[in-house]
């Protein structure tokens, strides 16, 4: 039952935003009481922060998967991208907006994590693109991984970049050719300009 509560209550909270959701919306929602909920979560607050560390550890082992299938680093930052966007349900609500401004202490914690496990993915994937080839070989590897995380994050922000002018998708695409165009060799060039070609079939 526990379970069945958390991946109801992940998937409205990344429809509909975390302060939209109520413990009544979601009890409606599964056709139990709200005691039930209660009885597995002491308030909506621990809810939020479980069904975010959940989500969070599941597309992390995702990536890890991705990553353990040693595609050439283009491939990769696609592929990765592709699982991630499918999980966040293209984040249609601004989930991580609504959890920064009313649970501020969730989300801190949330950024730190997910800043561990990608710089981690990103520097390696630089490091490998280095030796294919397929990055400039002048690149200083820390600085690009760490460049690569700002933008993920600030292209979330609402207030810089409102769901009126761009979607998710939209923002990920743009923002993932912006970051390869930057670093790729010619020879990188062409495997991100056919995969490029590919998607937009």
């Not at 939209?20 to 919306?25: A, E, F, L, R, Y």
């Amino acid at each position: 039952m526990r379970e069945k509560i958390l991946h109801k209550a992940t998937e409205l909270f990344l429809n509909l935003g975390f302060k939209s959701v109520t413990m009544d919306d979601l009890a409606n929602e599964m056709g139990i009481s709200k005691k039930t909920i209660y009885s597995h979560f002491e308030n909506k607050t621990k809810l939020v922060e479980e069904s975010t560390m959940d989500l969070f550890w599941y597309i992390s082992n995702g990536i890890d998967e991705i990553i353990a299938l040693q595609k050439n680093p283009i491939e990769e930052l696609y592929e990765i991208k592709k699982f991630v966007m499918l999980h966040l349900k293209n984040e249609k609500s601004s989930p991580q907006y609504q959890l920064q401004k009313y649970y501020p202490k969730i989300h801190e914690t949330l950024k730190k994590k997910h800043y561990e496990v990608m710089q981690c993915c990103v520097l390696d994937n630089v490091k490998r693109g280095m030796e294919m080839e397929i990055y400039r070989d002048n690149l200083n590897a820390e600085f690009v991984s760490r460049i690569y995380f700002t933008g993920v994050t600030s292209i979330k922000d609402n207030n810089l970049f409102p769901m009126q002018i761009f979607s998710m998708p939209q923002l990920m695409d743009y923002y993932l050719e912006y970051h390869l165009r930057g670093i790729v060799t010619p020879k990188g060039r062409k495997i991100l300009n056919s995969i490029i070609n590919s998607n937009q079939e």
